[in-house]
């Protein structure tokens, strides 16, 4: 037999449709009147941990001035039908895509969802970054976004809370 079969594709750690995509957004905060941040925030938490792991979601949902900035990533149909649910929550506005993209790997794989409102400390490492005046989420792109999300992560992770 002159041409054998072909051969299994290697496995690819991207594979499409079904492959690991990274969707980045920020919105702005729309409380109900009189609601605490805090306890709406562990709501969505509450919510966000149980629908992700059914889908095998993870990400990082970063509280802070008004805004939220958040990263979901997993199998490419679950990432946008989930996010389509979220961006119809009126408990916040305006959602704007940031990044949508193939990747690689997970970059907050240690959780379903977790929250993170920045204290003063944390607001310090931003300056470290440089990242205060790229933080309005009006003037976040996406390589800005994902590093954001990456330090609030960093830290995050030290604090050695999931
Ligand atoms: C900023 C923000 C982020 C959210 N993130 C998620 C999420 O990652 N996963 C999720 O299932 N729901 C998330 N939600 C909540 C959804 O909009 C929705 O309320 C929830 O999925 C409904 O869940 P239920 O049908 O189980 O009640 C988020 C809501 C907001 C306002």
Not at 39 to 53: H, K, L, T
Not at 75 to 95: K, M, N, S, T, Y
Request: contains cysteine.
């Amino acid at each position: 037999m002159t041409s054998p079969d072909p051969s299994p594709a290697p496995a690819r750690s991207n594979p499409r449709p079904g492959g690991l995509q990274r969707l980045i957004y920020a919105s702005r905060q729309n409380l109900p009147d009189g609601a605490p941040l805090d306890e709406v925030v562990s709501d969505i938490i509450r919510a966000s941990i149980r629908n992700n792991r059914e889908q095998s979601i993870t990400g990082l949902l970063l509280v802070h001035g008004g805004w939220f900035v958040q990263a979901l990533e997993g199998p490419a149909a679950a990432v946008q039908e989930r996010f389509e649910r979220i961006a119809g929550d009126p408990r916040h506005a305006d959602p704007k895509v940031l990044e949508i993209e193939p990747a690689s790997g997970r970059a907050f794989g240690d959780w379903n969802m977790c929250a993170r409102t920045l204290s003063d400390a944390d607001e310090a490492l931003l300056d470290e970054l440089e990242q205060r005046q790229a933080f309005s989420p009006d003037r976040l792109d996406a390589r800005s976004a994902l590093r954001l999300l990456k330090a609030v992560r960093d830290i995050q992770g030290r604090a050695g809370f999931g």
